[in-house]
């Protein structure tokens, strides 16, 4: 059985998101504030978390981005109504999907079951002594490891399971950071920055993330292929 942890300071909420979980079928763990949220994500597994931004004590940034550093398991954030800058901090610190207060419990749900489609779904892919694993967070060149944070994997692994399709910034963008992210363009090319950065620490001449000038990025596996 999947287990889903609720941290939300609102025991109403709570409730009635316990048991929908319940009814799609996962074990709920709840809680009510920051601290215990982050130590019960410390303390046991999950395969989702559904965590409130505005909590007594530590607030769910500080959860989200603490839980990023031991763990790669899905977060959805819950933010208020209007606050735009929640929604781009949430996303920012390492959760995978954010939804906004007043909602249907039924729509979280349909959330959580997208996020695990998503997440879940990748296999290994292996091109040109490149290994990326999206159920494992990992990435081989040559069997040596590259540290990558997990949106710097998805954003990989996206575009190299598309081998020399061009994704704009906007179709990234919408993939990864989801369809009403209001951040930045630019977001993309920060992080195709630092990911180019991170793979040249070793030789890969078989393929190259190449930028197409006026329209996105791709993975190219055009011999030589330039940036």
């Known amino acids: 059985m999947q287990r889903i942890l609720i941290a939300d300071d609102n025991r ?15 074990e ?27 909590m007594p004590g530590t607030d769910g940034f ?7 550093k031991a ?7 819950i933010t208020a109504r209007g606050e735009d800058f929640e ?11 954010y939804i906004v207060k007043p909602f249907s419990p039924a729509e979280v749900m349909a959330r959580v079951r997208a996020v695990l489609r998503r997440l ?10 490149l290994t990326v694993s999206l159920s494992k967070f990992t990435a081989h060149i040559d069997n040596h490891p590259i540290l990558l944070t997990k949106k710097e994997i998805e954003l990989l ?11 704009s910034r906007e179709k990234l963008l919408d993939n990864l950071w989801g369809y009403d992210y209001l ?10 920055k630092r990911l180019r950065a991170k793979l040249s620490a070793l030789p890969h001449p078989d393929w190259e993330i190449q930028t197409v000038w006026g329209a996105g990025y791709k993975f190219d596996t055009t011999a030589g292929g330039k940036v």
């Open 12 to 26: 109403q909420i709570v409730s009635v998101l316990s048991e929908y979980a319940k009814k799609e079928g996962f």
């Open 28 to 54: 709920a763990v709840c809680v009510y504030d920051g601290e215990d949220a982050l130590e019960t994500a410390k303390t046991s597994n999950f395969d989702m978390i559904l965590l409130d931004v505005m």
């Open 62 to 68: 500080a959860v989200c981005k603490a839980i990023r």
């Open 71 to 77: 763990s790669t398991v899905p977060i959805i954030m």
């Open 87 to 97: 929604r781009i901090m949430g996303l920012d610190n390492g959760a995978d999907d």
């Open 120 to 129: 879940g779904s990748g296999n290994d892919l292996s091109y040109g002594g």
């Open 157 to 167: 692994y996206t575009l190299a399971s598309n081998r020399d399709k061009v994704f």
């Open 183 to 192: 951040g930045d363009a630019r977001t993309v090319d920060t992080h195709i």
